[in-house]
């Protein structure tokens, strides 16, 4: 690879793991994106008959699917009627507070706007399931200590159905964050790597990136496959769209790794991308309810070791690159000798 071409490379290596830092801690704020990980975890204890409630996301959501028969009104977080399932699908009510605070981004409630405005109905599906952001499942976390392990009180959603009011009950529980012997790992991998490779054995470079990029991709894609095969609370087609491209995108990779005249290009871009992915990971490094498909010490290992692999298939990388560059000006200065 041409010198250019080597810094081409880094440049595009750098920007990439620019944007995953700026991305990470929006994926593992535990908020109104999408959590890796949770400290807090509400639980449904009692609903309505024939209704279907879960929630979504640890203590951020709660899904509701409604049959067609009933009609069910969602009471707000002010005591205003909020949605509305109905059999000709689910509508938002345009004049209430929590339409207004519910947004991605919140706006000011309008003046006016109160438990008794008559509603604006505006159908938003004609499904009879959703899920929405509802603070009333995590309010009691507010005052919580962080270092207990403990039941922290019942909170409720009020609704009513066929004309009475009733609610769904629940509770929600805290656990401690998990030990931080989980980034030991971490630490110990990427400040070996510099010593060992200093070493500079015949085939150690080889050697170590060919085992760094396997366990770059395979942990990467095993910390991305069982975040996005968690049910919230059923796997969407999005998630399986998304899963399908992981599995394509890997094998990709691990083609462009095996040509010997790209292994330079696709280790870098192995590195950033498990650099990423575990980035996206960090909150089950920092939170007791980790929301994976697989089991918890499972995902937390895939985010370590992504972390970690990436890291030292980076160094690994930029010193092979620096050698053959190093290399290549000492043909180009032999070459004008011999002339």
Known sequence: MSGIAHRFVLVLAAGLLAAAVLAAPASAHVGRTTPAATSYLARIESAPRGIDAKVVDGDQRLWL??????????????????LR????GIAVNTRSATYFLN??????????????????????????????????????????????????????VPLIVAGKRTWIDGGLWQA????????????????????????????WDAA??????????????????????????????GQLVLVGATCVVVVALAAWWARRGWRMVAGFVIGVAAIYQGLTLVGTLRNAYVLAVVPAWVERAAAVLSLASGGALLLVMLVSGREAEEAERAADRELLVSR
Request: include cysteine.
């Open 208 to 237: 170590a990136a060919w085992m760094l990029a396997g366990l770059a991709l395979s942990t990467a894609t095993l910390g991305r496959l069982g975040r996005e095969l968690y049910g919230r609370p059923s796997i969407s087609t």
């Open 176 to 203: 401690p964050r998990p030990t931080l012997l989980w980034f030991w790992p971490l630490v110990l991998l990427l400040a070996c790597a510099p010593a060992l490779l200093r070493l500079r054995e015949a085939g």
């Open 85 to 88: 399932f109905s059999a000709q």
């Open 65 to 82: 699917r409604v049959p067609a028969r009933m009609t069910v009104v969602v009471i707000g977080l002010r005591g205003e009627p909020y």
């Open 103 to 156: 947004r991605v981004r919140p706006v000011p409630v309008p003046a006016g706007i109160g438990p008794r405005t008559p509603p604006s109905w505006r159908r938003i599906s004609s499904a009879h399931s959703t899920s929405w952001h509802d603070s009333r499942l995590h309010a009691l976390a507010l005052a919580a200590h962080p270092s207990a392990t403990r039941y922290l009180g019942r909170w409720n």
